[in-house]
C-alpha cells in the first residue's frame, strides 16, 4: 500500500474522455493499486432561476473520481487521474490540471462528437494531449487517420488505438503520449 | 492488479452523520494548492504526544499514514473522507507537527526534459515497451 521511502517526487497524468468511454476500465488496468476515488463536491447551477433575485440556484454535488498510482522508480511516482469531460467539471479541470504532464484522451470512434467538449477543456486548460481510439469489440475499427480528420486535430497530436481493456496497448497509448511531451522540447 | 487487497486496516467510518464542521472544527478550506492530491504524507515519527487529543477522523487518517508515504488523493481514497475535509484535516495535523508533507517540489514542470525521460524509462521498464 505504501510508497517507496526514497519516493521524493510525484506527477500526474490526467486521462480525460466523454460518458461512458472508458476512463475507468483504463484506470483499473493500469493502477498498481486497487483503484481508488476520492469524493468532491462541485457546485454547479440548477435548472430554473430564483424568482426574486434572477440568480441561478447553486446546488452542491458529490462527485466521485477514480484515480490511479504506478510507480516508476524509486523515487518517482506517477497518479493517473480520470477525469470526465463535461463542463459542469471545469473546477475540477482547473485543479487537476495545474502541474499536469498532459493528458490522454480516450474517444469512442462511434460517437466521436462527444469528444469535442473534452477537446475544447484540455485546449482551454492548456493540456498537452494524446488520442487514445478505444475499441469495443462487435464494432467497426476505423483507421486511426479518419478519427485524425474527423476531430479535426493539429498533424502533430499522436493518435493511438487504445484497448483499455489490455493492458499492453493501455501502457502503450501513456508511453506515446509521454514521448510527444518530450518531443516537444527537443 | 492489487497485491493489497484485504491487508488494509479497517479504516471505514462509521459516523458520517458528523456535521463537517464538528469534524474540522469550523476550520475554513486552505487553499487547494497547499495539499494538492499528489502531495506525499507520512507521520511524524516522533509526534506521539499530541495524537491523544485527536478527533477520530484526524486519528483514522494519523493511522493510515503512520507506516509510509501515500497521496492526498490515496488518504481521501482510502478514509472515504470527502478530499476538501481530508485537506483540513491535514492541514491541522501538519500544524501540529503530527504528519510530513512532501509538497510536489520541485513543482512537476512540464516543460522539465530530465522528468519527462525518467517518467518514459518508467513506463517502459515497467510494461516491457
Ligand atoms: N466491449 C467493450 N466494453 C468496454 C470497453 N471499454 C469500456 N467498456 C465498457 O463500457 C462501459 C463504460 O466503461 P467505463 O470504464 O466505466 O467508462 P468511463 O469513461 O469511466 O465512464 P463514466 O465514468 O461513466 O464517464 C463499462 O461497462 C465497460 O465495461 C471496451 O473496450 N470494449
Ligand atoms: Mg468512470
Redo the contacts with the bound molecule.
Sequence with gaps: MYLDPDVLRSVKILVV?P????????IGNISEIEPLQTEEEITEASVGFDDLSRTPDKTTTTVAMDFGRLTLSEELVLYIF?T?GQERFKEMWEELSRGALGALVIVDPQRLDESFPVLDLVERFGLTYAIGV????GTTTYPLDEVREALNLPADTPVVAC???DQHSAAQALITLVQHLKSLLA | MSDEYGQEPHLELTSSLVPLFVITNGRALPPDQEYERTALVTARKEGGAAARTLSPEGQVIMDLVADGFLSVAEVAGHTHLPLGVVRILLAQLEESGLVLVRKPVPRADPLDRELLGAVLDGLKSRFGA
Excluded at chain 1, 461512458?20 to 483504463?26: A, M, W
Excluded at chain 1, 478505444?134 to 469489440?137: D, R, V
Design positions: 474522455g460518458f461512458g468511454v472508458g476512463k475507468t476500465t483504463y480520470g470526465p478505444n475499441h469495443f469489440e484497448d483499455v481493456r
